[in-house]
């Protein structure tokens, strides 16, 4: 169960099809992976993934470095690890490159700690059900016409999903922003929810206007409307508007999720795990959310993010965008509009190994 060995890589993988995504053509979606050994002979996995180079060979080289400290640990004391490493970098934190550089560690850790066990992480972390509606969230994006979003929403629609995602926030005027709800209304008919995220594009007078757009164009919640650090504008928001308001993907810690919290200003608390820097913070914060009667959603890798909304009450829906598919042996079925968490143990994901290496830039 001691940990022997840490292994951190950095990972290009290419898109099919490329797009444009606040002002950047995306061609790949850049991953840090680390990988585990036990001396049981288990082995862990875990990666962060963003659509843009930037940084991304850094977090790798900080999680290399901050990999090092777990050497020697045990892989069923995941708290403990974390807590080690948080301070090894508490001086460069809390937050930003340090949760990045950790959360793959930590990824990891819980993934061997299942392996260890044999049970599947959504077990191990709460064991609350073992599926969860999920929506389509990928080639909905800003670039793409009114006509192309609608297409590309009825084809998630057809390939057996419930629901769908949006970005706004690039229109000239609140009317433009819902023709394109509009228009994806009329493709995917009256039974699918429809999701709006507008990515901090607005100030809050903007905000607002469009807001009550929106709502009477029927979305079932408006991400983001405004920057994350304006907490009063989001719980104003919240008050005035009559539709749920999603926030939190781009809060690093704890803290900074009770003061959104307590300031009334989410109906859902949406969790990046990278952010956050892993799966054993991500618990702390659900939990919460839940203590504030506030439902959860995940970030991006459903794969992973199945495992801890699938462990918590308060677990609402997976977001899915299927950025790590190019790596994996395949990604967990969707059946009914639901995203199945692994029953195999640990994240019960298998790397394409052939692929891993083929992809590998550092
Ligand atoms: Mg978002």
């Known amino acids: 169960m001691k940990i022997t060995q840490v292994t951190v890589n950095v990972l290009r993988v290419p898109v099919d099809r490329p797009y444009v995504a606040g002002g950047r053509t995306v061609d790949a979606n850049w991953h840090v992976l680390a990988r585990i050994t036990t001396s049981d002979g288990v082995e862990g996995i875990g990666y962060i993934v963003y659509p843009r180079p930037d940084l991304m060979t850094t977090i790798g080289h900080a999680a290399r470095e901050l990999g090092e400290h777990l ?42 700690a299942g392996k260890t066990l044999g049970q599947p992480l959504h077990r191990l972390l709460g064991g609350y059900r073992d599926r969860l509606p999920t929506y389509a969230s990928d080639g909905l994006w800003v670039s793409l016409s009114p006509a192309e979003l609608a297409a590309s929403a009825k084809r998630h629609v057809e390939s057996g999903f419930g629901a ?39 100030s809050l007078a903007r905000a607002r206007h469009t807001g009550r757009v929106l709502q009477d164009a029927g979305i079932a919640w408006l991400e983001d409307p405004v920057h994350h650090l304006d907490v009063a504008g989001l719980a104003e928001l ?25 300031a009334q200003a989410v109906d859902v608390v949406i969790l990046d795990l990278a952010r956050v820097g ?41 977001e899915y965008v299927p950025r790590s598919a190019g790596i994996l042996a395949s990604m967990p079925r ?6 199945v968490a692994p029953q195999a143990p640990g994240l019960g994901l298998e790397l394409d190994e052939a692929a891993v290496r083929r992809y590998q830039v550092a």
Not at 246 to 260: Q, V
């Open 334 to 339: 969707i059946e009914g509009g639901e995203l």
């Open 71 to 112: 050497i020697g640990m045990n892989v069923l004391e995941p708290e403990a690890a974390w807590d080690r490493l948080a301070r090894r970098g508490d001086w460069v934190g809390p937050g930003g490159l340090l949760h990045c550089a950790l959360a793959p560690l930590d990824i990891a850790v819980w993934d061997a």
């Open 278 to 318: 892993g799966v054993t913070p991500w618990r702390k914060i659900a939990a919460l959310a839940h203590a504030h009667r506030v439902p959860v959603c995940g970030h991006v890798v459903p794969e992973i993010q199945v495992h801890g909304l699938s462990a918590v009450p308060n677990g609402h829906m997976v």
């Open 164 to 202: 769908v995602k949006l970005r706004l926030g690039k229109e000239a005027t609140p009317e433009l922003e819902a023709r394109r709800v509009h228009a994806v209304r009329e493709a995917v008919g009256p039974d699918v929810r429809i999701m709006v995220d507008a990515v901090e594009s607005w």
């Open 238 to 262: 919240r008050r005035q508007l009559e539709i749920p308001i999603a926030a939190g993907e781009h809060l690093y810690h704890l803290d900074a999720f009770r003061r959104l919290l307590e």
